[in-house]
């Protein structure tokens, strides 16, 4: 079973600082790229960062792109997101996320809110 645990989540001030992780399991993580988005009630998830197996390459939405990093260890087969400089525009549930041959996996998210 595909298992995707996300945390670090909280409030913070505009500026501020904070670092997800997703912890997984289920499947062979080191061969698969992940990606994280966002939600906000009562719109569809945004796309917010994506990063390659191998470490190689990462993409990012424009929204986010020289304030957040993606990265990944797999050893620990978890998957980080670096956010620097929160705007309250920010403000969302973050999914980490894969696709397996069973599609889109994503785990319950962890809320981060941006706010002074």
């Known amino acids: 079973e595909v298992r995707l645990v996300e945390s670090g989540g909280g409030v913070v001030q505009p500026g501020g600082s904070l670092r997800l992780s997703c912890s997984t399991s289920?499947?062979?993580?080191?061969?698969?790229?992940m990606g994280w988005l966002r939600q906000i009630p009562g719109k569809g998830p945004e796309f917010v960062s994506e990063i390659t197996a191998d470490n190689s390459g990462t993409r990012y939405s424009d929204s986010v792109k020289g304030r957040f990093t993606i990265s990944r260890d797999n050893a620990k087969n978890t998957l980080y997101l670096q956010m620097n400089n929160l705007r309250p525009e920010d403000t969302g549930r973050y999914y980490c996320?894969?696709?397996?041959?069973?599609?889109?996996?994503r785990g319950q998210g962890t809320q981060v809110t941006v706010s002074s």
């Open positions: 996320a894969t696709t397996t041959p069973m599609g889109l996996q």
């Open positions: 289920g499947f062979t993580f080191a061969s698969a790229d």
